[in-house]
């Protein structure tokens, strides 16, 4: 990561880059995209099933020992203190994933019409991302109490997902040591390309291999949704090296295509020491 400062320090330009090496292990393996794993009905009502799944006949998966993952990360941004009150930031990010990026443990279903769902498969997903962001933060403090901070992501990839994040903090000192924050936060997403609640085949097809696409997946995170995230902290500076934070957050996250909405509670108690 570099940093160059100019026009006396009020201005900051950043690079960035990261790359990373992942090893994907999954539990008896990893399987071949869009195949069978059969097992039978005794062994999946078994309390122990996870020693008989070990047991169970592979359909026509073929199963690896591991997978690979390299991920490269660049990012450019400028920094700008506007005045002695305001600041101003904007980042662009350029990402790579080479390699296994398929969930070993997602499934989806095979349904024939008039017949209910026929066999299950794994997912299969590319194997190969290229993604892009932007963002765009704004903080302003309009009073010596009073501080605001708002930044807004667009996110885009070639597996044709994007993305639009507005995220908003309002933060007030009640005194020089208790503060008050409440937090908003808006996302919605697109879904990828080969994105499906399950494969759909005709009801007089012999087969679904004829009818399996190249990829697919039914995971939610690369599907269409929209999530609203509202919540308050509190904060408390016992001195220079020693803090306490509490937060409680409500987000609710609605999946399009008669999927169930979600809705969460988040707590949360920080403890911040300074050595």
């Not at 992501?153 to 639009?164: E, G, N």
């Not at 994040?165 to 697109?190: C, E, F, S, V, W």
């Not at 997946?217 to 999530?227: C, I, K, N, P, V």
Request: glycine share 6%; with cysteine.
């Amino acid at each position: 990561n570099l940093a160059y400062e100019f026009n006396q320090r009020r201005s900051t330009l950043n690079l960035g880059a990261a790359i990373s090496n992942d090893t994907i292990d999954a539990f008896v393996g990893i399987p071949d995209g869009l195949t069978t794993l059969t097992c039978t009905k005794e062994a999946k009502n078994d309390a122990a099933f996870r020693t008989d799944w070990l047991e169970c006949p592979v359909g026509n998966a073929r199963v690896f020992k591991s997978g690979n993952k390299v991920t490269t990360d660049f990012i450019v941004g400028f920094t700008q203190v506007w005045n002695r009150r305001t600041l101003l930031q904007a980042n662009y990010a350029r990402g790579n994933e080479d390699g296994y990026l398929t969930d070993p443990y997602k499934q989806i279903s095979v349904v024939k019409s008039n017949f209910g769902e026929t066999a299950v498969l794994y997912e299969k997903r590319p194997r190969s991302r290229n993604t892009n962001s932007l963002f765009f933060k704004f903080v302003n403090l309009p009073l010596d109490q009073l501080s605001l901070n708002v930044s807004y992501r667009f996110f885009w990839d070639d597996w044709d997902v994007q993305a639009h994040t507005l995220d908003g903090r309002l933060r007030y000192n009640i005194t020089h040591k208790i503060y008050l924050q409440g937090h908003a936060r808006l996302h919605r997403q697109g879904a990828a390309s080969f994105y499906d609640k399950q494969i759909s085949i005709d009801a007089d097809s012999s087969s679904y291999y004829a009818d399996k696409p190249r990829f697919i997946t039914a995971d939610t995170r690369l599907g269409r949704l929209m999530s609203a995230t509202v919540g308050i902290k509190v904060g408390y500076k016992m001195n220079e090296k020693i803090g306490f934070s509490g937060r409680i957050e409500q987000m609710q996250q609605y999946y399009y295509g008669a999927l169930p909405r979600l809705k969460v509670w988040i707590a949360q108690l920080i403890l911040n020491v300074k050595f």
